[in-house]
């Protein structure tokens, strides 16, 4: 990965980095991307489940999805992963912000064809949102496969953007009388949910008990 | 708002709707919206907070924001909203989805010059994300009004995308002996953490203790 002109800090720029650790660290707390793309001048923004591998990130979706057909044709496309860890509440409304960590990568995608590279990007997409759950579930079929485009994105460049820490005030603002600092935000589970059809009554895999984001709450 | 070509919903319809009514309670139950613009014929995908009123959204930031400055121009662009409410989790790899509420809004944004309309829509920004903060914070002043740029976003087209409910296996793989169900997501706060240099010690918001999304989890 590289950075330039597209992925440049251009404003306080104590809150970017370009570090592959920092990056990828950010991607691996995440499971949902924001995909941009432009067809005819217009520009869409979808939503979907990812996966990384390295500077690749595995994108998938049905083979009738209008996103998946049109990225397929080696679109320049933009990948934005936001997490988001706390309000910031200032004393003054400006300087008001949210705590977050947020990633832009730039790249082009390119449709998996081999069903044993198709197989493994699904594998890592999966591990990626919920680790163990792979080898406890039927595998794809065939036709399946078929069924299913998937994507590789090579990130050609990104950065990364974090705000963390307490509200900046001015100096003068800090003798008001009012409440100020953070409101941490993180995603939580509650109690999963047995689907009604669960044949031998299973138990709850640990995996799902106890799933958990790594999360730096608030900070 | 309307639905055309560029909304349709081409897949599984009966995830879809354009019910302006379930399209505002999407957008009201986020905060964090995905903004996308195409410049040069790059796409680029920017976080930002929001705020709704009627069918126009605002969006503020620096003046120096590259994202706001450009599209200020009046270019077209895409706005998305999700809300992550939980994985489900099927017997097979393949039926593995998300549960989840979506919008994708088209339009194109223009600033808004007047102190008065943009001190307006900040507040509508900071209800929208935090409600009842708004009268307890000191005001914007001249100058800060200048330094921030503030859009409104108005919606041409607009539509909602739902997934709830449990898994749905392929009726083969029923009698599998894998966990299947929902585990609900969703976004919770910690306890707010009063920041250091605190006046009087004032004690924290109602608005701020109490916060919540709405939120249907799991479903």
Redesign the interface.
Known sequence: MKSTS?TEL??LPNRGSSDPDVIHSILDDAF?A?????VD???????T?FGREEDKLYLHG?S???MLRHLDTGV?????V?I?DG?V??????H?S?N?R?V?A?GTARKLLEPSQKTHA?RVI?EH??AG??Q??????EK?LK??TVLEFAVEEASAKIRRG??LDDEE????????????????????????????A????PY?LR?RRPSQ??G
Chains 1, 2 share one sequence.
């Open positions: 597209r251009r404003r949902l924001h995909v941009g793309f432009t001048g217009q520009p869409f923004v979808i939503p489940l049905s009738a999805s209008r320049p496309a933009c990948v934005n936001t988001v309000l509440l200032a004393r003054s409304a400006f008001h949210m977050y947020s832009v730039f699904l999966s949102v919920i759950r792979w406890d579930v039927r595998s794809p079929s399946e069924a299913t307490p509200p603002d800090y003798s008001l009388p009012v409440w100020a600092g953070i409101l941490p935000l993180g995603l939580e589970q509650k109690a999963p949910v047995p689907d009604l059809r669960l044949a031998a299973p138990e709850v895999p799902v799933y709450l608030g």
